[in-house]
């Protein structure tokens, strides 16, 4: 699996309207055969800066990701709403997905 972390530092006159202005973006990826999930979330700290979090199930399924029209789609709508370039982690895994957390279970009822 190919797991991708990224952090977009919205611009502020925007950030209320990011979840909009990425939604064909994120519906079409998640329809594509590769996708894991394709998860946004907004900062606690700072209402500016969203993260997604990605997971393609190999190389291949990246390569059709980043070569789609709904991808440059998605670049051309998000280029005009962020305030800085954003940061990426990408890293390869044996994983095919989430797998529970050892260290924390839900307790009572």
């Known amino acids: 699996m190919i797991f ?3 952090r977009f530092t919205v611009r502020p006159d925007l950030a209320d309207r990011w979840p909009d202005l990425v939604a064909d973006f ?12 394709f998860d946004w979330s907004r900062g ?3 209402p500016n800066v969203y993260t997604l979090l990605e997971g393609f199930a190999d190389d291949e399924a990246g390569a ?11 670049l ?3 280029a005009g709403a962020v305030a800085a370039t954003p940061e990426i982690i ?3 895994t044996d994983r095919r997905g989430w797998g529970p957390m050892a260290e924390l ?3 009572g009822a």
């Open 26 to 37: 994120t519906r079409a990826t998640r329809a594509e055969p590769g996708n894991l999930f």
């Open 76 to 78: 051309a709508a998000m």
């Open 64 to 74: 059709v990701h980043v070569a789609s029209d709904h991808f440059a789609a998605g």
């Open 105 to 107: 279970a839900p307790t």
């Open 4 to 6: 991708i972390a990224v």
């Open 44 to 46: 606690v700290d700072d």
């Open 90 to 92: 990408n890293v390869r």
